[in-house]
C-alpha cells in the first residue's frame, strides 16, 4: 500500500546526523512503498525558529536527495486548522480550561512527589463561576488542558518496538493550546497527521512518550492514528549520547568537509537498520527496493565518523575520473580554494586528479596531499625538523636525486622512477632515506601525493628548482 510519510524538523538548528537519518528511513518507506514524501516545518516555536536553519534543512535534503513530493508546510501557516481542531475538542467537552499559575502547578508536582506519587498534574475542573470571573478580571486566561481518562491504556503497535502500553495515570493532562491560544507541538503535529492523512510515522525513539498524547487527540477528534515506528537512538563509538564530540556534524559540515553524497546517504541508512549485516554500500535504488522497517534494529546506533570516513574514500575511488575531478573542483570552489589563484588552477587541480583519487579520505584532504603545487615551496616546521636530524645525509640523498633527474631526457613517471630506483640501489640506502628527503625537498611536506607522481605534476623546471632551493637552505646550515 503506498504510505503517506512526512517529515517533520523544526527549523531551531541545523539538520543533524539524527534528523537526517530520520528524514531518510521516512523517504525510503514513502519511495518503498509508492507513495508520498511530506515535509512539513514544525516552527510554531517561534523564538527559537529561524530562516537561516529552515533554509539549511531544505538544501541538506536537496544534497542527501530526499526530494519531497508535498511541502514545505509550516505549521506557523496553519493557525486555523488548530484553532478549529481546538474548539472542536472544547465542544466535545474533551479539553477544559486550565487557570492554574505555574506556581500552583509547581507545588501540585512537589506535593505528588513528597507524596511519592508520579507528578502527574491535572487541572482541577471544579472552578465557581465566581472564581473565574474573578480570574478574568485579573486578566488571566486559560491554557487548555486534555483531559485524560485516568483508568485506560494506550497501546502503541510500534513497528520497531513492538507493543508498547501507556497508563493514562501516568500521563498528565497535557496542554493542547497555551494560555496565549498558541497550540502545542502535541496538538499540532497530532492534528497535521491526521489532517495531511499521514499513514506512518517514522521518528526517533526520544518521541515515544509523545505518541500516546498525540493518537488520544487524535481518536478524540474522531480519526484513526497512524502506524508509528520509532527508531533506535544513535550513539556514539563511547556508546555516549551522540554528540558534536564525536565529530556528529551537521549534514552541511560533513559536505563541507568533503564527505561525498552517497558515502553519507549509506552511512545514514545503517544506521539501525541494515540489509544482511554486512553490505555497507547500497544504490539509491537498491536502498529503495531492500528497505523495510522490519529490519530496524530496537538496540542503539552507532555512529562512527571513522567509518563513514572509511565509506568515503571507497566512494571516492569508485568514482570515474571525470566525476571524481567534477566533484573535486565544485568542492575545493566551495571552499575558496580558486579565490586568490589564476584561471590555470582548475585545470591543474583537473591533471591532477587522478594522482589524488586513490589517496584521499575526504576531498578535503586534496590541500593537504596537493596543495603544495599551487603556492611557492614552503617547507613545514616538522619537515624541516626531519630534513635537519641528518643535513648531510638528506643533502646526499636530495643531490643524489638531483643529480639523476638533471640526466632525464624525458620527464615522465615512468623514466623518473627508473632513474632513482636505480640511484637508490648504487647509493645502497633504504628507499624511505632517500626519498623522504626529496619528497620535502619538492613539496615542503613529510605526506604528500607519490615522490614520482608530483615530480611529474610539478614539471621539470619547477621541481627541479625546489631541489636546489632546499639544497641551498641546507648547504648553509651544514657549513655554519
Ligand atoms: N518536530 C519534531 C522534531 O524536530 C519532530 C516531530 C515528529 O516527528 O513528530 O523533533
Redesign the pocket.
Known amino acids: 500500500m503506498p504510505a503517506r510519510v512526512r517529515f517533520?524538523?523544526?527549523p531551531t538548528g541545523n539538520l543533524h546526523v539524527g534528523?537526517a537519518r530520520t528524514a531518510l528511513f521516512s523517504w525510503l518507506v514513502a519511495r518503498h512503498t509508492g507513495g508520498t514524501y511530506v515535509l512539513r516545518l514544525?516552527d510554531t516555536d517561534r523564538e527559537r525558529s529561524t530562516p537561516e536553519s529552515e533554509a539549511q534543512i531544505l538544501r541538506a535534503l536537496e544534497w542527501l536527495g530526499l526530494n519531497w513530493d508535498e511541502g514545505p508546510y509550516r505549521q506557523s501557516d496553519r493557525g486555523e486548522v488548530y484553532l478549529s481542531a481546538i474548539d472542536r475538542l472544547k465542544d466535545a467537552g474533551i479539553v477544559y480550561a486550565a487557570w492554574e499559575t505555574e506556581a500552583e502547578l509547581e507545588r501540585q508536582r512537589t506535593d505528588a512527589r513528597q507524596n511519592k506519587r508520579a507528578p502527574v498534574v491535572r487541572g482541577r475542573r471544579d472552578w465557581t463561576a465566581e472564581q473565574i470571573a474573578g480570574f478574568e478580571a485579573e486578566g488571566r486566561t486559560p491554557a487548555w488542558r486534555f483531559a485524560v481518562e485516568v483508568t485506560g491504556q494506550t497501546v502503541i503497535d510500534d513497528y520497531v518496538r513492538g507493543e508498547v502500553t501507556f497508563e493514562h495515570g501516568a500521563i498528565e493532562d497535557f496542554v493542547v493550546a497555551r494560555s496565549d491560544g498558541t497550540p502545542t507541538y502535541n496538538l499540532a503535529?497530532a492534528v497535521d497527521d491526521m489532517e495531511m492523512g499521514i499513514t506512518h510515522?517514522i521518528?526517533g525513539e526520544d518521541?515515544l512518550s509523545n505518541t500516546p498524547k498525540q493518537m488520544m487527540v487524535i481518536r478524540a477528534l474522531g480519526a484513526e492514528p497512524p502506524e508509528y515506528a520509532h527508531i533506535p537512538l544513535i550513539l556514539g563509538p563511547d556508546k555516549k549520547r551522540l554528540s558534536k564530540r564525536h565529530g556528529a556534524a551537521s549534514v552541511e559540515e560533513l559536505r563541507e568537509s568533503g564527505f561525498v553524497q552517497p558515502a553519507v546517504l549509506n552511512a545514514l541508512a545503517l544506521l539501525g537498520w541494515s540489509f544482511d549485516d554486512k553490505t555497507t554500500m547500497f544504490t539509491v535504488d537498491e536502498l529503495i527496493e531492500k528497505f523495510s522497517v522490519a529490519r530496524i534494529s530496537k538496540s542503539p546506533a552507532i555512529f562512527d565518523l571513522k567509518k563513514l570516513e572509511v565509506l568515503n574514500g571507497r566512494y571516492l575511488r569508485m568514482m570515474d575520473a571525470d566525476a571524481f575531478a567534477d566533484a573535486l573542483v565544485a568542492h575545493l570552489a566551495r571552499r575558496g580554494f580558486f579565490a586568490d589563484k589564476d584561471a590555470a588552477a582548475e585545470a591543474l587541480v583537473r591533471e591532477i586528479a587522478p594522482a589524488v583519487k586513490r589517496k584521499l579520505t575526504t576531498l578535503d584532504d586534496f590541500e593537504a596531499l596537493a596543495g603544495w603545487l599551487f603556492r611557492p615551496l614552503e617547507i613545514e616546521p616538522d619537515a624541516w625538523e626531519s630534513l635537519t636530524a641528518d643535513v648531510r645525509k638528506s643533502i646526499q640523498a636530495i643531490g643524489g636525486g638531483l643529480a639523476r633527474l638533471e640526466l632525464l631526457d624525458a620527464f615522465e613517471q615512468d623514466e623518473i622512477k627508473d632513474a632513482l630506483q636505480d640511484q637508490l640501489h648504487i647509493l645502497g640506502e633504504d628507499a624511505r632515506g632517500f626519498l623522504e628527503p626529496q619528497r620535502i625537498a619538492l613539496t615542503g611536506q613529510r605526506v604528500s601525493t607519490g615522490i614520482y607522481e608530483s615530480l611529474v605534476l610539478a614539471g621539470r623546471d619547477e621541481a627541479l628548482g625546489r631541489y636546489r632551493q632546499t639544497l641551498a637552505r641546507l648547504a648553509d646550515i651544514w657549513v655554519a
Request: aromatic share 0%.
Open positions: 517533520a524538523p523544526s534528523g514544525e503535529a510515522v521518528r518521541h
